[in-house]
């Protein structure tokens, strides 16, 4: 069992910077993927990011390349979610996720999930 929480939310203006956190509990945490999904009022739930367990690979959704950046610390069972270059259209409530595989992140079928968190860019 995985329990996730996020931080790290809040009102920025368009074209500023957060950096979400989202802290793992569990024995086994660390050898999960990490992934970050959102869901912007009246739309589906999206990927965002996904990082292996190891942190040597990485992936993103087109729409946040080059923008955001995902990375994860081990030893403090915490993974970041570094956003530059805010949108508008990046408000949303952000989700961690951990999955057996960055695949299975991918596909938005990891088994445990945080509460979210809540992003508004304004713009």
């Known amino acids: 069992q995985v329990q996730l929480v996020e931080s790290g939310g809040g009102l920025v203006q368009a074209g500023g910077s957060l950096r979400l956190s989202c802290a793992a509990s569990g024995r086994t945490s660390s050898s999960y993927a990490m992934g970050w999904f959102r869901q912007a009022p009246g739309k589906e739930r999206e990927f965002v990011a996904v990082i292996n367990w190891s942190g040597g690979s990485t992936y993103y959704a087109d729409s946040v390349k080059g923008r955001f950046t995902i990375s994860r610390d081990n030893a403090k069972n915490t993974v970041y979610l570094q956003m530059n270059s805010l949108k508008p259209e990046d408000t949303a409530v952000y989700y961690c996720?951990?999955?057996?595989?960055?695949?299975?992140?991918?596909?938005?079928?990891?088994?445990?999930w945080g509460q979210g968190t809540q992003v508004t860019v304004s713009s």
């Open positions: 996720a951990a999955g057996i595989t960055d695949r299975q992140v991918v596909r938005g079928t990891p088994p445990y």
